[in-house]
């Protein structure tokens, strides 16, 4: 029999939900009068004024002509890059130490733990400005450069990255390409009567490479050109400091999360798989790993969660993310100040939601089918 | 003849009791917020650099110093009678006018520009301008450069949250070229990183680079360019809506040109107090005439300013001096400057 809650416990509930309202209601009708009172006016016009001022490092074009919303985006896509970069080298990383941890060799052991608890224990921030300058102290300048092959060079202003400019008709052809790329892993495990497709699929790579080299129209080679290189694609160190910063202080983390799980596989399952006489490296991967996935990914999403909202820290190295140009450059200079925390928040809220609704579809999927 | 005389002196007291009415009513209509809450705190809060020589920075004993500073202490000095009576509020470029509009702060004295949208769109009230300069770019000796125009293609840094950001970019519009840029929250990374190279210059206003080159390691390997790209005309901000607080904030600023057009130095003033005949004199240091009720203080204040804090040329001299910055726009305006104090009428 299912008890029904009393009809008491449902006024409770009314009444709680209708006092939330209230307060929530009060607070906009105040803040609206505190603006009103500072001769301020809440709204969200201001998104299409001119932004007027430079972004230095950007994904998609962008002129000082364009408008405030736009800069929203571009900022919003550098912080889902450095947050995506660093996601997948901080699970990595974060799974090395991990299993380094548990080593049985006295010296791999003690050298992860030393570390996990060296980045642990000190603070975030200023991990990235040590990695920040320590990484400005070591490259040349712009005028000595270091020449790597393939017409890379690496400088104090970043990494040059020689520029491919595909022809006019053919600007669809790297997208096609980058689809043949995603499309590869599927094929392999794709079955036609019954037979597997296998190393056939690596046939797709191959014509996705073939199409780009047909659409190139020039290759531009970064080359040095009055105060600074042009030509190439710049990865800027602001970047590179904020990703080995946020990841190895996700790396941290991650590794305990990894030693836990692991030692919560029971041990009976490491002596069976012993017993059977598989090598160690064959039991880690075949039967400790997977069983340890499931209990490590509930964790692993709070992880990457605060590793999303630990970008903004890059504003302090000069990084152009969403919070130093949208809650920075751009609220200085609108003074939209509510509006713009409350896109930021919600934009931050966003991006969260969606990625633990992934993790959690992804949980399900790993989780022990139990019937 | 007795009756008159009793009449008389009546007459005259009641006369003299209206005439205090009114002139204490004079005083009592100087309603101001801002100025009550500080009198009745005892205490001004004043919104400051973070820490930039020659404007706001705290010096080896942890006391703060600075031309802003000097007048958070003149404003204190005037109002509550001593100059030691201010909490500093360190606000980064970012947060300053927030946190005035929010009411953390009093006033916010901290090298910011007089533009039309913050004192309109962000509700501002602007006090006086007590720093005249132009957006100025400090860059490497060795790069052999002499003008901004020669810029195209470097990298510069600078603080994020400021007009120098459009500045930069209207610039390079209008000249046809492209400077690159690379914004810091703070100044000191924003140094550290010109001084690594990662950038070929920084820019600010022409007070902070000089001070910006003050903080490098060597500051002869630095050239600041002659030419300034823009206005930057900074001054103190206080929150519409209380005039009388701005227009007391205002005429702290020009007691303080007052005294240096009357050659009245923190040093010789008491002399001069002392045996002053010059009716301009004697009206300024409050020994004729209200114009510190009219103001909502005493007829002392201009007096306690000098005292506590000297006149505006000791200030910039002191401070704008060991950074060797000519004080140009600054020399008073019968010296061929920007800064003028308005009537003492």
Known sequence: ?371 | MKGILARVITCSALAAAMLGFVSTGWAADVKSETLDAIKKRDQLICGVDTGIPGFAFQDSAGKWQGLDIAYCRAIAAAVLGDPEKVKYVGTTAKVRFSVLQSGEIDVLIRDSTHTLSRNTDLGLATGAINFFTGQAFMVKKSLNVAHVKELDGATICLITGTTLELNIADYGRANNIKINTLLFDKPEEAFAAAEAGRCDGYTDDGGSVAAARSTMKTPGDWVILPELISREFLGSYCRQGDERWSILVKWVHYAMLEAETLGITQANIDEIKASATNPEVRGFLGLENDYGKFLGVDNDWAYRIIKAVGNYGENYDKYFGPLELPRGWNKLYKDGGLQYPLSWR
């Not at chain 1, 964790?299 to 903004?312: A, G, R």
């Open chain 1, 1 to 371: 029999m299912v008890r029904r809650p009393s009809p008491r416990a449902y006024v409770a509930q009314w009444v709680f939900l209708a006092g939330l309202v209230v307060v929530g209601g009060l607070l906009i009708v105040n803040l609206g009068a505190n603006l009103a009172r500072r001769n301020m006016h809440f709204g969200f016009g201001f998104l299409t004024n001119k932004a007027g001022f430079d972004i230095p490092f950007h994904l998609l074009e962008w002129t000082t002509f364009d408008i405030y919303a736009k800069a929203l985006l571009v900022s919003l896509l550098n912080t889902l890059l450095v947050s995506a970069m660093s996601i997948v080298s901080a699970t990595l990383l974060g799974l090395l130490v991990g299993i380094m941890r548990l080593s049985v060799n006295w010296l791999v052991r003690n050298l992860a733990l030393a570390f996990i608890e060296f980045v642990r224990n000190t603070p975030q921030l200023v991990q990235i400005i040590f990695w920040y300058f320590a990484v400005l102290q070591t490259l040349p300048p712009p005028r000595q450069s270091i020449v790597l092959p393939g017409g890379f060079l690496l400088n104090i202003r970043g990494l040059y990255v020689p520029d491919v400019v595909m022809q006019a008709h053919a600007a669809l052809l790297p997208w096609l390409a980058g689809l043949l790329l995603v499309a590869t892993p599927f094929a392999w495990r794709l079955k036609i009567r019954e037979r597997r497709l296998g190393a056939l699929a690596l046939i797709l790579p191959v014509i996705a490479l073939l199409l780009v080299n047909l659409g190139i129209a020039q290759v531009t080679v970064p080359a040095l050109k009055g105060f600074n290189i042009a030509g190439g694609v710049q990865v800027p160190p602001e970047l590179v400091a904020l990703w080995a910063g946020l990841t190895i202080y996700a790396t941290a983390f991650i590794a305990e999360i990894v030693r836990s799980s692991i030692e919560a596989v029971p041990k009976g399952q490491h002596e069976a798989a012993r017993s059977l006489g598989l090598r160690p490296a064959r039991v880690l991967f075949l039967i400790i790993l997977p069983q340890a996935l499931r209990i490590m990914v509930p964790q692993l999403t709070s992880q990457y969660l605060n590793l999303i909202k630990s970008s903004t820290l890059g504003t302090a190295i000069a990084y152009p993310e969403i919070f130093q140009i949208f809650a920075g450059t751009v609220m200085n200079q609108s003074g939209k100040e509510v509006e713009i925390i409350i896109i930021v928040m919600a934009v931050f809220l966003t991006i969260n939601l969606l990625f633990s609704a992934f993790m959690n579809w992804y949980n399900q999927r790993v989780a022990l089918v139990e019937r």
